[in-house]
């Protein structure tokens, strides 16, 4: 394992919002200028390379992972050394300007495989939670903070989760929505070179980002996306996919000795056989050595689901944690690896 290098665990924060006058937000966030977003960015350390978008929400890719803004929502994923909490207060205030409050907020991540490098408020989940707690307002009532081990110690996943009552309420109305968070390491070497981009070739990010794209076989996850793509120079990759109002995201870190990669979908849970299909492809792209699945719903059924698909891979389940979070719902984590771990 190399001492350091480029942390591919990413830190993920969803935000949800009400209006002041709930029957006329209209598109919401998504008023928010550039430059709002862009100084919300600069107080995580991370910029836009490329952005896309539908009727529904707008993607950026950023050069370190994602953003996703919907009308009442907001997600950004982080990695490398980023701050990715220090976006809450400037987030706060420009939805305050535009008519928006916060209600609820789930803020999530694996390990960090180089901890000793990461700046605060992300030195301890511990020093999070309490950055959390003072960033948030007391109307946040509902409050929990954990962290869902697995078989190994270096494997677990930090949550934690804050709502308002009435954010509280509502989230039994969403009963089909889930999300799916795969963080995948010690990938295939072979497979991990796809992601190095072609020495002095001179091209940009975007059409090697393509190429990558279709060399991989990650456009067949979900043919039906709209992917926006972009590669790093030498190496590493981000795209997000766009499917009506569902999104889906991938970064790969493919440096030896600490190559990671991550799958991240939103969707409804009535579609199982597609989240089977869709996992099988994933596994198939990476050939992780180890990999982490955390899904987030309103019940766990989905657990079995991907506990079937990821075991007809190949990998072995190892570990599966259930933990309850209020307004968030049920949040399985579950652990696989190659039979040689
Ligand atoms: C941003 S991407 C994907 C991040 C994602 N969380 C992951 O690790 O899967 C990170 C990869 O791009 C490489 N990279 C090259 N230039 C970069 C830059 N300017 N900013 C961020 N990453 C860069 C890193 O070395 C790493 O391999």
Redesign the pocket.
């Known amino acids: 394992m190399a001492q350091s290098g ?5 830190k993920r924060l969803e935000l949800n919002f009400f209006g002041d006058d709930p029957m006329n937000i209209g598109i919401g966030l998504r008023q928010l200028s550039f430059e709002s977003v862009q100084e919300i960015l600069d107080a995580v350390q991370c910029t836009v390379v490329s952005a896309m978008g539908n009727q529904y929400f707008d993607a950026y890719v ?4 994602s953003l996703f803004v919907y009308p009442t929502k907001i997600i950004i ?4 050394t980023t701050q990715l909490l220090k976006s809450i207060p400037p987030l706060l205030s420009h939805a305050h300007d535009i008519g928006l409050n916060v209600c609820g907020c789930r803020y999530t991540r694996g390990n960090f495989i180089f901890p000793k490098a990461q700046p605060f408020p992300h030195t301890s989940f511990k020093e999070e939670v309490m950055y959390l707690e003072e960033s948030l307002p007391n109307s946040l009532c509902y409050r929990k903070a954990s962290v869902m081990p697995s078989n190994k110690t270096t494997h677990s996943w930090h949550v934690y989760s804050a709502s308002t009552d009435e954010q509280h309420q509502m989230v039994h109305h969403m009963s089909n929505v889930f999300t799916m968070e795969v963080c995948m390491t010690e990938l295939d070497r072979v497979l991990a070179r796809k ?1 190095y981009q072609h020495s002095g070739n001179g091209i940009s990010g975007d059409i090697s980002g393509r190429e990558m794209t279709l060399a991989t076989g990650i456009n067949g996850i979900i043919p039906s996306a709209l992917i926006c793509d972009f590669s ?7 795209m997000n996919g766009v499917n009506g109002v569902h999104y889906s995201t991938i ?5 030896d000795g600490y190559s ?3 799958f991240e979908l939103m969707g409804f849970t009535d579609d199982s056989d597609d989240i089977d299909r869709i996992l099988k492809k994933v596994v198939q792209i990476f050939r992780p050595a180890t990999m982490s699945v955390s899904t987030t719903c309103a019940s766990h059924d989905m657990s079995m689901h991907v506990k079937n698909a990821i075991e007809q891979t190949g990998l072995i389940h190892r570990s599966c944690t259930i933990n309850e979070f209020p307004a968030v719902g049920s949040i399985v984590f579950q652990t696989f690896t190659t039979r040689r771990k």
Do not use: M, N, Q, R
């Open positions: 480029f942390e591919g665990f990413e950023l050069s370190e992972s994923k982080t990695c490398g992601f790093f120079d030498p190496c590493g990759y981000s970064h790969v870190t493919p440096e990671y990669a991550s």
